[in-house]
């Protein structure tokens, strides 16, 4: 069933109108949108250069000058806290602070309206900020490294200041040959990643003051100092010259040796001169004083075993090591006195037996005990 709802198909006169009234429409926009938008180098249009600052970043590598930039380096220590002794590295957390002038970030306050441009948290500072600025990186970086702020500071001359927080873990030689008396320079690493030192110099800044090494406390460690210093390193990485300007900061601490004291070395040394008793032991019972000896052996060897977890897991031998070691040899070393007095006494010759167990009743405790010194001694000297 067909309905009419009174709307007629257009005529031909009527197409043709509408086709006309369509072109003349596209015609006037083409001819306002030429009048707006004039060709480049024209009066009044933007210049090429002009459009493409307006929508990218004009300062993306360093500024030019007559010899490298100089970017002020500052790492303030806030917390060590953990030093591994069998990794031999070390996990620090603080703030870096870089500083350096780009005269093209310059800008007139009067005109800016602020004294002071200041790009806070990650997405200002990777997507507002216009300017380059040094990437650092740990060179010594022994896996953890994050940044968890960062502020970047800008003022009217150009000088620029980023500041960021840090937490890394860095490795650093340790030298623990006087373990548990040792002390330690833990040093970490920076550079700033791509230029070598004719591109990029760092400089230190001042040093931190003596209140903020006094607040930083590390367990069984007593902190001395920190220092910082450039150095230049080989990095293939750093640019065309392959040398590249590092910001070292040594940390100085002495472990506490209380605690290993009195854990391994007292302990150690009460069960090796209560062993000595043996000498006044009856000279003819033979057998119980090697049992008594033996016993100690064993005691000092469970000891160890228990404490094992405590001692560095390192490959040379350390002081603490020689009293270890010496415990063992002394007390196995009176076993060979024990047969000696009981061949006597069964050859009847009981008047060397008993001169023999008078003299082992000072010499063996006055010879472990020198030795021990001797060995203290000798590691801080040649150590």
């Known amino acids: 069933m067909n309905r009419d709802y009174g709307i007629q198909p257009p005529s031909g006169y009527g197409r043709l109108m509408a086709a006309i009234l369509m072109f003349l429409g596209v015609l006037a926009w083409g001819t306002g949108k030429a009048s707006l938008d004039p060709e480049p180098g024209a009066p009044g249009a933007p210049s090429t250069a002009s459009a493409s600052a307006a929508t990218y970043p004009i300062a993306l590598a360093p500024p030019r000058s007559a010899g490298p930039l100089i970017v002020r380096a500052r790492l303030d220590i806030n917390q060590i806290n953990e030093i591994d002794d069998g990794a031999e590295n070390f996990e620090f957390s603080g ?79 340790l030298e623990m040959r006087r373990f548990p008396f040792d002390r330690q320079h833990l040093e970490a690493a920076f550079q700033v990643l791509g230029f070598d030192k004719d591109e990029v110099q760092l400089v230190a800044d001042t040093e931190p003051p003596p209140a903020a090494a006094s607040r930083i406390h590390i367990p069984q460690w007593d902190l001395n100092g920190i220092s910082s210093a450039i150095q230049d390193w080989e990095a293939p990485y750093a640019g065309r010259g392959g040398v590249a300007s590092t910001y070292v900061v040594t940390i100085d601490v002495n472990r506490l040796p209380f605690y290993l004291m009195r854990l391994v070395v007292f302990p150690l040394a009460v069960i090796v001169l209560l062993s000595f008793a043996v000498f006044w032991m009856d000279r003819s019972s033979i057998g119980d004083r090697i049992s008594v000896s033996f016993i100690g052996i064993l005691t000092a060897v469970a000891y160890l075993m228990v404490i ?10 350390t002081l603490i090591h020689g009293y270890l070691n010496l415990s063992l040899i002394i007390m196995a070393i009176t076993l060979l006195f024990h047969l000696m007095v009981g061949g006597l006494e069964q050859r009847g010759d009981a008047t060397r037996a008993r001169r023999i167990d008078q003299f082992c009743r000072w010499a063996f405790p006055l010879t472990y005990l020198g030795l021990m010194g001797v060995m203290t001694i000798s590691a801080f000297i040649f150590f």
């Open 308 to 317: 094992g977890d405590s001692m560095p897991r390192i490959a040379y031998v």
């Open 95 to 173: 703030v870096m602070t870089l500083s350096w002038r780009d005269p093209r970030q310059a800008f007139d306050p009067d005109v800016e309206g602020v004294a002071e441009k200041i790009y806070t948290g990650a997405f200002q500072f990777d997507e507002a900020s216009p300017g380059w600025y040094p990437q650092v990186m740990l060179v010594n970086q022994a896996g953890l490294y994050e940044k968890s702020a960062v502020m970047l500071r800008v003022r009217p001359d150009g000088t620029s200041i980023l500041t960021e927080t840090l937490n890394a873990i860095a490795e650093s030689k």
